[in-house]
């Protein structure tokens, strides 16, 4: 080996360690990623239910406590007010939710028969998950297996509970379990929309979703998920477990949280369910996501050996800390706010304040700024399992607003003189006040302490948009709506007819861009175009009073002819003008070729027979759409103008060229309007008369001749389907089994019914799931009359 082969073997090594090393330290850059926060959906006491309404709630006085509801009659039940009282709970306020009973049952594909059993926690995570989904934008497509992971903080399930103490066991199916079962609660979300990502239901009691919050954060960074949603919740049913925290002395008599104030004395409980949507923030810049703020670093440890299994323990908590601001990559000199975990006990609101002066003192000291800590326990109560995505989502609101909201009012106690507090610069606020200019960066804690001894802490980051870019010109806009059914629909155009009121001109076209790119698509649908907000209001307070005429509408297909090239290219420069991102749409093509590629790219494949005309244009249920106009503010009307009647026929159209110049996806957008039935165990089942079997089958058949003996049978099988799943509605035959929420379970029972009726044995092919129910009533019959044929033959033999 000669001098020269020494030096290459040398250089190639060097590279090649200059080559790991840079993907080791890209490795390792990978698992500090900051992670956006991109959709939130919630249900809080006192009737919370938007962003919106947290924020101003946040920033006014009093709490949002109430007494035991009429609905829980247990709770009310071992209410005694004195201390101690065995096999009493001497606690009759809580942060309750105004109404757990009603569900969209029909939304998610679920019978009434199965959401009567399922745990409304389950209920209520579904509706928040969607909710929050749309607020990040992000349609839900089921059948498309989006790679999301679902992560969700519960510790208890009470509901199933009413079932148990009765006598008459043949009302438990096999929905008392999977109604109940914490793995449901995740596995639930993933199965209803279609998620691929992993699934896990997390249970370490107060902290579980700010643990849920971690896994997601790890999962994502990891590359097991694209997205990412975090829940946590809780109900409050179980006489038991509200016994058993008072023989404790757990709770304060009053049912308040006084956190970090002299009149300490237990905590106050409180329900809520929240969902949070997470990405990697690269990716949520790049695909335009609303970045409410940045999750920066998080971390989960145990207390161990400590004083006892639910005594809190500041070594552990001053750790976890430590450990979550490594991961961040911060400064904790940069954190001017904690949302503490504080539950208002003599125990442990002096053990929290001692680690966060162990762990930040010395920064705090030397940036000459006190530490602003708060809690929202003293406002809505302990959330329990799901305190941490409260919490979060206040932080998370804070760092947008750039406001420190109050924690305590005027009415409360002094601070707690079990805490050190003139040692310490640590500060809890009686008023809102403005984050602090000096610092560089707006970062803030949240921390969250389970029972059982397992810590959370998250570091959060506000989000420094970037609104250096040139507002769009008010222009004509087209905005969609649609909805599963007509009242929904009806709903929800009157929903954003009234946000479109009140909006700022500059966020009409991002609120029309959401609604064209981040909503799910349905069958009921509206379009409308206007020019500004109010004429988009009215255009669609107009078309929601016409919404009782709408039908279903099924996939069209619209045919488009060029009429010569020069119009083409006229059209074109008209559209390349009046939007940026179709300029940018097959530049090399021109005329006819270049229109067929724009096209093409909104969803619509031309067919260039059947349609003469001078002007290019699109046809769509017999009536012929003209584009081109005398200017190319007119062409942009008449285009927008086809594209809605399109969507209104039932063309799925991909809108994403339409974006215009600064617009995004906005998250003020309203969210779907569910259409709610009560489903509740406690009460028998409203009992009436089956309506008279009015479907369209019976229409359709007696026009066709069919016969009275088929005709009985086919209403038998949909009489016993509608009993099945627990509807007094009738059944469109044209949705499928499982859209209607007909299971395995239930196919089971048909099954069972009309073998049992009819004396026959029916075979497992005549109950196919995927077909419609006019079909599946047809080949159920089909099995029936053969059968009863077969038996004539052989008697007659």
Request: charged content about 20%; proline content about 5%; some cysteine.
């Amino acid at each position: 080996m000669n001098e020269q082969d020494l030096k290459k073997i040398i250089e190639d090594q060097l590279a090649l360690s200059r080559r790991l090393k840079a993907k080791i330290e890209a490795m390792e850059a990978g698992q500090h990623e900051p992670i956006a926060i991109v959709g939130m959906g919630f249900r809080l006491p006192g009737g919370i239910d938007s962003p919106n309404a947290y924020w101003d709630f946040l920033q006014g006085e009093g709490d949002a406590l109430s007494d035991i509801p009429d609905n829980r009659p247990g709770l009310k039940a071992v209410f005694d007010c004195r201390t101690d009282q065995l096999g009493a709970s001497y606690v009759n306020r809580a942060g309750f939710l105004a109404d757990v009973e009603h569900f969209d049952a029909k939304f998610f594909g679920i019978s009434a028969r199965e959401a009567e059993a399922l745990d409304p926690q389950q209920r209520l995570l579904l509706e928040t998950s969607w909710e929050a989904m749309e607020r990040a934008g992000i349609p839900v497509r089921r059948n498309e297996r989006l790679n999301a992971g679902v992560f969700v903080g519960i510790m208890a399930s009470e509901y199933p509970e009413r079932r148990l103490g009765l006598k008459d066991k043949t009302t438990i199916d096999p929905y008392f379990g999977t109604g109940g079962g914490h793995c449901f609660a995740a596995g639930r979300i993933s199965y209803a929309m279609g998620f691929s990502g992993p699934a896990l239901s997390v249970d370490t009691a107060c902290s579980s979703s700010l643990v849920a919050l971690h896994l997601a954060a790890r999962s994502l960074r990891n590359g097991e998920c694209r997205y990412a949603l975090v829940g946590g919740t809780n109900l409050i049913f179980s006489p038991d477990l509200m016994v058993s925290l008072c023989q404790s002395k757990a709770l304060a008599p009053d049912g308040r949280s006084k956190t970090f104030t002299s009149e300490a004395n237990g905590y106050g409980r409180g329900e809520g369910i929240g969902t949070l949507v997470l990405m990697p923030l690269a990716d949520a810049e790049r695909e335009g996501r609303p970045i409410l703020a940045q999750l920066r670093g998080t971390a989960v440890n145990h207390d161990g050996a400590s004083s006892g299994l639910t005594v809190p323990s500041g070594p552990a908590q001053k750790e976890v800390i430590a450990a979550a601001l490594k991961d961040a990559r911060c400064d904790p000199a940069d954190i001017a706010y904690v949302e503490a975990h504080g539950t208002g006990t003599s125990l442990g609101d002096p053990i929290e304040i001692q680690a966060l002066d162990a762990t930040l003192g010395s920064a705090i000291a030397a940036r000459a700024l006190p530490l602003q800590i708060g809690n929202v326990k003293s406002r809505i109560g302990h959330l329990e399992a799901a305190s941490g995505i409260a919490g979060v989502v206040k932080v998370v609101l804070s760092l947008r607003n750039g406001v420190i909201p109050p924690s305590l009012n005027s009415r409360d106690a002094a601070l707690s003189p079990m805490i050190d507090w003139k040692n310490m610069k640590i500060e809890v606020p009686r008023r809102a006040t403005s984050w602090p200019t000096a610092y560089h960066r707006r970062l803030a804690g949240v921390s969250s302490f389970g029972l059982s001894g397992t810590n959370a802490h998250a570091i959060l980051e506000a989000w420094q948009a970037d609104d250096a870019f040139e507002a769009s010109v008010s222009a004509e806009e087209l905005m969609l709506v649609s909805a599963r059914d007509g009242a929904a629909l009806h709903d929800l155009a009157l929903s954003y007819a009234a946000q479109l009121k009140g909006e700022a001109a500059s966020n009409i076209s991002s609120l029309a861009h959401t609604s064209r790119v981040g909503r799910s698509i349905f069958p009921f649908r509206l379009a409308v175009t206007g020019a500004n907000g109010p004429a988009l209001a009215v255009a669609l307070e107009q078309a929601a009073q016409s919404v009782a005429k709408l039908e279903a509408v099924k996939p069209g297909k619209p045919i488009y002819r060029p009429a010569t090239a020069a119009a083409a290219s006229l059209l074109l420069t008209h559209l390349d003008g009046e939007f940026p991102q179709i300029s940018a749409l097959a530049p090399d093509l021109d005329g006819d070729a270049r229109l067929d590629a724009v096209l093409k790219a909104f969803g619509i494949r031309p067919q260039k027979e059947g349609l003469a005309t001078d002007n290019p244009a699109l046809r769509v249920a017999g009536k012929v759409l003209p584009l081109l106009g005398k200017t190319s503010s007119e062409s942009r009307v008449l285009f927008l103008t086809a594209l809605a009647a399109l969507f209104t026929q039932g063309v799925d159209l991909k809108l994403e060229p339409l974006k215009a110049s600064g617009s995004k996806i906005s998250p003020d957008l309203p969210v779907y309007a569910f259409q709610r039935q009560r489903f509740w165990i406690d009460e028998p089942r409203h009992q009436m008369d089956p309506p008279p079997f009015q479907n369209a089958d019976e229409e359709v058949l007696a026009v066709e001749g069919v016969s009275a003996e088929r005709l009985d049978l086919l209403q038998f099988v949909e009489r016993e389907l509608r009993e099945l799943l627990r509807t007094d509605d009738a059944l469109d035959a044209s949705m499928t089994f499982l859209d209607v929420g007909g299971d395995s379970f239930i196919a089971m029972l048909l099954k069972k019914t009309v073998e049992q009726r009819y004396e026959i044995d029916l075979p497992l092919d005549a109950l196919a799931t995927d077909v419609a129910l006019e079909t599946l009533y047809g080949r159920i019959a089909d099995h029936v009359l053969s059968s009863a044929c077969d038996q004539i033959v052989v008697a007659a033999e």
